[in-house]
């Protein structure tokens, strides 16, 4: 098998069916799959075999679609990395995975081509022109390179929050298996519209975005950088049927000033992951939007969707919802035994989803993978149905005086204010109770609050070891490049 074959099964089906359009610009199915048999060619001319891995630093723009079918054509591995990434990053990403190859867009060649040149990576701009002239000087390579199933396809680099980035090496059965369960988890078509507004360089924008709307023979509409008001502009455009974000990409929709202006009455399906949905900004979001929001759960290391709240079954708000097919989950404790309803545990997995492992690192995929089932660092519970919430990351639980705090629960507090646009709830070293409770807000344009004001808000709610003693208000909190929320960035004051 090959994952390229989704897109060669589209082309043969519709071949005139738009595949993916930037704007002005459209790629129909048959000249996309034409684009990505001259990349193969191109590389093979320049020496890449199966199993070769080829890297990819491309932003949103068709050119990732053919380059990213073309490497998978081949039998070779993509690695897709953050076109942000600075030179010393990629030359860690090309060493590490030993890359070949790499493609980079023309306004990121400044940062990449001396750390290609020191690992001794070939380096290939991508630009509009230049490139595809390069690209029609090859002859396309109608061959498909069979691979095992089990072969990895795409190595996908955590972020590296706890130490060292990993290559989480995906397989075509991983990959294939996901997509082909998001295509029934969206009730996506050929006349599916999804607007691409997250990164395709990431496992939910690739996988949920351009592996499932090709898969389908649907339309994938770009954004290059989100904007919440050029994405409401292109709902009403291209009338998008489906909506794949993060949480903040809601909240940025939700209170753009001029998103009365725009008719988003063509949204079907709006899916939500990557962090964990506040409750309050869901119920905004849906009653501005008339639409309803699916929020499910997964990570690089799962391809990436592991479970889902299911468009045919009850939805619980503030729930990440039940496996998808194929995958089983479980909340299990320190021991890896397994809880019982209610009890919070670490979330584990397994299924097709989950990895081959991490790439060159045996001992950190034996820890990360144990009797079959990955262990996310996730904590989470179930209900008497079999759902599953998220209650936090294991290290972003705050110990204040020996008591767990979840930050979650507070954000959630925090969320209901009529001030509060986002919030982050972090922990603050203190030499009495070894952390203390802070919380990094920003507010909605043209209302005021104060840290005060929050704090007794918050207070009111919650236990009285929970309240964040220190709230500090910015104009933004730091994000990451699909929108989320990331903490270890977040600058904290000191703990009196």
């Given at each position: 098998?090959?994952?390229?074959?989704?897109?060669?099964?589209?082309?043969?089906?519709?071949?005139?069916?738009?595949?993916?359009?930037?704007?002005?610009?459209?790629?129909?199915?048959?000249?996309?799959?034409?684009?990505?048999?001259?990349?193969?060619?191109?590389?093979r001319s320049r020496g890449v075999e199966p199993g070769d891995r080829v890297a990819l630093m491309v932003p949103n723009v068709p050119q990732f679609a053919a380059i990213y079918y073309g490497i998978l054509r081949i039998g070779a591995v993509v690695i897709p990395m953050n076109v942000l990434n600075k030179r010393r990053?990629?030359?860690?990403?090309l060493k590490d995975s030993g890359a070949k190859l790499v493609f980079v867009w023309q306004d990121f060649c400044s940062e990449a081509e001396p750390a290609a040149a020191e690992?001794?990576?070939?380096?290939?701009?991508?630009?509009?022109q230049q490139f595809t002239q390069m690209l029609f000087g090859q002859e396309p390579l109608t061959e498909l390179v069979e691979r095992d199933p089990s072969d990895t396809a795409v190595m996908l680099y955590t972020s590296g929050t706890t130490g060292t980035p990993k290559g989480a090496e995906l397989s075509h059965t991983n990959l294939l298996e996901n997509c082909s369960a998001c295509v029934g988890l969206f009730e996506m078509g050929e006349g599916t519209v999804v607007l691409g507004a997250l990164p395709l360089f990431h496992a939910f924008g690739q996988t949920c975005g351009l592996n499932t709307s090709v898969l389908a023979g649907g339309m994938l509409t770009l954004i290059p950088r989100f904007d919440p008001s050029k994405a409401l502009e292109i709902i009403q455009r291209d009338k998008v049927t489906v909506f794949e974000g993060v949480p903040t990409m809601y909240g940025a929709m939700l209170h753009a000033p001029d998103r009365a202006h725009y008719d988003a009455s063509s949204l079907q399906v709006c899916a939500s992951g990557g962090a964990a949905m506040p409750v309050e900004l869901m119920r905004a979001f849906e009653a501005a939007f008339e639409c309803k929001i699916l929020e499910g759960y997964g990570l690089s290391e799962t391809s990436p969707v592991a479970s889902f709240n299911h468009p045919d079954r009850e939805r619980k708000p503030g729930s990440?919802?039940?496996p998808i097919r194929g995958v089983e989950m479980r909340i299990v404790d320190e021991s890896d035994n397994e809880l019982a309803a209610g009890d919070i545990g670490e979330i584990v997995i397994r299924g097709d989803n989950v990895m081959n492992g991490y790439w060159g690192r045996p001992e950190a995929t034996a820890a990360a993978i144990r009797d079959g089932w990955f262990h996310s660092g996730d904590l989470g519970r179930t209900d008497e149905d079999g759902y599953f919430f998220i209650v936090d990351r294991?290290?972003?639980?705050?110990?204040?005086?020996?008591?767990?705090?979840?930050?979650?629960?507070?954000e959630e507090v925090l969320y209901g204010h009529p001030a509060i646009r986002e919030a982050a709830v972090v922990g603050i070293p203190h030499d009495e109770f070894g952390e203390e409770i802070g919380a990094a807000v920003s507010l909605k344009e043209g209302v005021d609050a104060t840290p005060e004001d929050l704090r007794e808000f918050v207070k009111e709610q919650v236990a009285a070891y929970k309240y964040p003693r220190k709230i500090w208000i910015v104009d933004e909190l730091p994000k990451g490049p699909t929108g989320k929320i990331l903490k270890r960035e977040i600058v904290r004051p000191t703990a009196d």
């Amino acid at each position: 098998m090959n994952l390229a074959q989704i897109l060669s099964d589209s082309a043969s089906r519709e071949p005139e069916q738009i595949a993916i359009k930037l704007d002005d610009f459209e790629l129909n199915y048959a000249l996309l799959d034409q684009a990505a048999m001259r990349v193969a060619s191109l590389l093979r001319s320049r020496g890449v075999e199966p199993g070769d891995r080829v890297a990819l630093m491309v932003p949103n723009v068709p050119q990732f679609a053919a380059i990213y079918y073309g490497i998978l054509r081949i039998g070779a591995v993509v690695i897709p990395m953050n076109v942000l990434n600075k030179r010393r990053e990629v030359e860690f990403f090309l060493k590490d995975s030993g890359a070949k190859l790499v493609f980079v867009w023309q306004d990121f060649c400044s940062e990449a081509e001396p750390a290609a040149a020191e690992v001794g990576s070939e380096c290939i701009t991508v630009d509009l022109q230049q490139f595809t002239q390069m690209l029609f000087g090859q002859e396309p390579l109608t061959e498909l390179v069979e691979r095992d199933p089990s072969d990895t396809a795409v190595m996908l680099y955590t972020s590296g929050t706890t130490g060292t980035p990993k290559g989480a090496e995906l397989s075509h059965t991983n990959l294939l298996e996901n997509c082909s369960a998001c295509v029934g988890l969206f009730e996506m078509g050929e006349g599916t519209v999804v607007l691409g507004a997250l990164p395709l360089f990431h496992a939910f924008g690739q996988t949920c975005g351009l592996n499932t709307s090709v898969l389908a023979g649907g339309m994938l509409t770009l954004i290059p950088r989100f904007d919440p008001s050029k994405a409401l502009e292109i709902i009403q455009r291209d009338k998008v049927t489906v909506f794949e974000g993060v949480p903040t990409m809601y909240g940025a929709m939700l209170h753009a000033p001029d998103r009365a202006h725009y008719d988003a009455s063509s949204l079907q399906v709006c899916a939500s992951g990557g962090a964990a949905m506040p409750v309050e900004l869901m119920r905004a979001f849906e009653a501005a939007f008339e639409c309803k929001i699916l929020e499910g759960y997964g990570l690089s290391e799962t391809s990436p969707v592991a479970s889902f709240n299911h468009p045919d079954r009850e939805r619980k708000p503030g729930s990440i919802g039940t496996p998808i097919r194929g995958v089983e989950m479980r909340i299990v404790d320190e021991s890896d035994n397994e809880l019982a309803a209610g009890d919070i545990g670490e979330i584990v997995i397994r299924g097709d989803n989950v990895m081959n492992g991490y790439w060159g690192r045996p001992e950190a995929t034996a820890a990360a993978i144990r009797d079959g089932w990955f262990h996310s660092g996730d904590l989470g519970r179930t209900d008497e149905d079999g759902y599953f919430f998220i209650v936090d990351r294991k290290k972003d639980m705050i110990i204040r005086n020996g008591f767990n705090v979840y930050p979650r629960e507070i954000e959630e507090v925090l969320y209901g204010h009529p001030a509060i646009r986002e919030a982050a709830v972090v922990g603050i070293p203190h030499d009495e109770f070894g952390e203390e409770i802070g919380a990094a807000v920003s507010l909605k344009e043209g209302v005021d609050a104060t840290p005060e004001d929050l704090r007794e808000f918050v207070k009111e709610q919650v236990a009285a070891y929970k309240y964040p003693r220190k709230i500090w208000i910015v104009d933004e909190l730091p994000k990451g490049p699909t929108g989320k929320i990331l903490k270890r960035e977040i600058v904290r004051p000191t703990a009196d």
